[in-house]
Nanobody, 118 residues
Framework: QVQLVESGGGLVQAGGSLRLSCAASGRTYSNYDMGWFRQAPGKEREFVAAAYWSGIRTYYADSVKGRFTISRDNAKSAVYLQMDSLKPEDTAIYFC???????????WGQGTQVTVSS
């Protein structure tokens, strides 16, 4: 099992920035993908960004391209999400996820709330 713990959420005004962190612990694997998802009230969970094992290959949802940056520190088993130019529509619970040996994301954190006021 892999345990994921997110931190860094909070309340910020539109145009501001936040940095989310996620630390993985438990069973270790030789390589795995790490990503971020979010779920706004009344909406389904959606993909935000992902970083493959090397950290070189990254992917973003169109809605956050150019504003969010995902990075990872494999030595610390951590992944980060730098969120700039935040908009009220970015308000959601943000979840960290790990994908290993699967096409689906196997492990999830408990989520951290991000609220952007207008």
């Amino acid at each position: 099992q892999v345990q994921l713990v997110e931190s860094g959420g909070g309340l910020v005004q539109a145009g501001g920035s936040l940095r989310l962190s996620c630390a993985a612990s438990g069973r270790t694997y030789s390589n795995y993908d790490m990503g971020w998802f979010r779920q706004a009230p009344g909406k389904e969970r959606e993909f935000v960004a992902a970083a493959y094992w090397s950290g070189i290959r990254t992917y973003y949802a169109d809605s956050v391209k150019g504003r969010f940056t995902i990075s990872r520190d494999n030595a610390k088993s951590a992944v980060y999400l730098q969120m700039d130019s935040l908009k009220p529509e970015d308000t959601a619970i943000y979840f960290c996820a790990v994908r290993v040996g699967s096409v689906v994301w196997n492990y999830w954190g408990q989520g951290t709330q991000v609220t952007v006021s207008s």
